[in-house]
C-alpha cells in the first residue's frame, strides 16, 4: 500500500500532450518541504520567501489557511508537484488600493515548479496557466483575474501577456505588514484576464 497522503482535489483538468493537472489546497506542513525548495532558488526571488526556513514557510501558509480572503494550492501533474497557486479578494489585498475593483474579480499569484521536478516541455507552462484559468475563472465563477508582478519579472509578465491577459498601468504597491508578504514596497505591472476572452 502506498504511503502517500490522498487528497482532494478542487479542480482536474487533462491537458494533452501533458497528462492530468490536479489543484488541491495546499498543505501547510505537509507541503512545506516542497515550497520552500521552490521558493529559495534565486529564480523565486520576486516570490519574496527566498533566505525564510522551511518552517517559515510552513508557518506563512499556515496562517494562509485561516483566512477566508486568501488561499494557496497546489498544482500536481499526474501527482507531481508541479506549481503553486495562490488566489485571493482583491478588495481585502494592497492591489485592492492600486486599482478600481469589480465585482467578480479575483487576484492570483503564480509560482511554478523549477523545470526539472516537471519533465517541462515546450507549452507546459501555458497549459499550467489555463488549467488555473479554468479553476479560477470557471470554477469559482469569476468574471476577471487580476495579477500584479514585478514589474522587473519580465518572464512572467510575458507568460501572461501570452495567455490573453491586458496590461494595465505600472503601481508602486505600498508597503504592507501582512505574513505572506516579505517585500518592502513594490513596483508591479498589473495585468487583468477576463472571462470571455480566455473562454470566448
Known amino acids: 500500500m502506498s504511503d502517500r497522503p490522498v487528497h482532494t482535489y478542487v479542480h482536474q483538468e487533462h491537458v494533452d500532450g501533458f497528462g492530468t493537472v490536479g489543484i488541491r489546497p495546499l498543505d501547510a506542513e505537509g507541503d512545506a518541504g516542497v515550497v520552500h525548495g521552490w521558493v529559495s532558488e534565486e529564480r523565486a526571488a520576486f516570490w519574496g520567501m527566498t533566505g525564510l526556513t522551511r518552517d517559515q514557510v510552513a508557518e506563512i501558509y499556515a496562517h494562509m489557511a485561516g483566512l477566508d480572503t486568501h488561499h494557496a494550492f497546489l498544482a500536481e501533474l499526474d501527482g507531481t ?16 488600493e492600486c486599482y478600481e475593483v469589480r465585482p467578480g474579480d479575483i487576484g492570483v499569484h503564480v ?35 487580476v495579477v500584479d508582478p514585478d514589474v522587473r519579472n519580465e518572464k512572467a509578465i510575458a507568460r501572461f501577456l501570452r495567455q490573453g491577459f491586458e496590461a494595465g498601468p505600472l503601481v508602486s504597491l505600498p508597503e504592507i505588514d501582512l505574513p505572506d508578504v516579505y517585500l518592502p514596497e513594490k513596483r508591479a505591472r498589473l495585468a487583468f484576464l477576463r472571462r470571455e476572452v480566455a473562454f470566448p
Not at 90 to 95: L, Q, S, T
Not at 113 to 126: D, F, I, L, M
Not at 130 to 140: K, R, W
Open 81 to 96: 508537484p508541479a506549481g503553486l497557486l495562490q488566489t485571493y479578494e482583491p478588495a481585502e489585498d494592497r492591489v485592492g
Open 111 to 145: 509560482l511554478l515548479a523549477p523545470p526539472g521536478e516537471r519533465g517541462v516541455r515546450p507549452g507546459w507552462s501555458a497549459a499550467l496557466m489555463t488549467a488555473f484559468a479554468s479553476y479560477v475563472l470557471l470554477g469559482l465563477d469569476r468574471q476577471r483575474v
